[in-house]
């Protein structure tokens, strides 16, 4: 019984303790100052273990080498996602400097395609990943990830040409220079944007 009591008192010091630290504001929101290591290892352990048991419900994935769902996929991206998840021939952006968490290099690898599509749709608190389903429905966010299984090996010609291909008919500059030289293979060489 003493323990017990001695315990609760134990407590109860803690609590007002943690309190009184969380009033003083003496903790530097600031996301230019870095979590402890040991704060940084506990919440990536968390996260991932909340991503892959909430993606593992996720089954029906449907057919991501579809070129069309790529194509869709590569212009929701362009659109939204480039300032922090970089895109071919792009290095940084001024967003993502400053984010913490930084957000990963989507041109490095290819995520898990149940977990990217969970994440995509339900966002991550506390970073800034934002919870795209609120927006976009399921088709959508399977073209992202179907486009996303293909960005890591994607050329810069390859990428602007998914993303500029909506603006590809009407350009006046195409149909005056292209028929004498390239008539006869590709269908229109991206006009060259650089971006
Ligand atoms: C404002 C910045 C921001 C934007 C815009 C953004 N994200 Fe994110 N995203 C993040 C951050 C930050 C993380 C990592 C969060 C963490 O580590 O806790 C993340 C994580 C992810 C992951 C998980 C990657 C992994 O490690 O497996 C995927 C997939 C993803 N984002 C896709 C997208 C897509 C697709 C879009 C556009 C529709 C997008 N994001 C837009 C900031 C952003």
């Known amino acids: ?31 230019d100052a870095p979590h402890w290591k040991v704060t940084e290892q506990v919440l990536a352990f968390v996260r991932e273990r909340s991503i892959e048991h909430h993606a593992e419900s996720i089954v029906s994935i449907p057919d991501l080498g579809n ?16 300032g922090c998840h ?23 690898f290819a995520p898990d395609p149940a977990e990217a599509f969970w994440v995509i749709k339900h966002g991550i608190k506390m970073s800034a990943m934002p919870a795209w389903g609120k927006t976009h429905d399921d088709h959508k966010i399977w073209a992202m990830v ?18 500029n291909a909506p603006a590809q008919a009407p350009s006046p500059a195409a149909t005056s220079s292209a028929p004498a030289a390239a008539a006869s293979t590709a269908p229109a060489p991206a006009p060259a944007s650089s971006r």
């Open 67 to 82: 070129p069309a769902l790529v194509k869709l996929g590569a212009e929701h991206y362009h659109e939204m996602c480039t």
């Open 146 to 163: 179907a486009f996303l299984q293909q960005l890591p090996h994607m050329s810069v010609a390859r990428y602007q040409s998914l993303v």
């Open 1 to 31: 019984m003493k323990f017990l009591r001695k315990l609760v008192i134990l407590l109860i010091v803690v609590l007002v303790a943690a309190g009184a630290w969380a009033w003083s504001g003496i903790y530097n929101i600031g996301a």
């Open 86 to 108: 970089l895109a071919p021939g792009m290095t940084s952006s001024e967003m993502r400097e400053g984010l913490y968490p930084k957000p990963p290099n989507l041109t490095r």
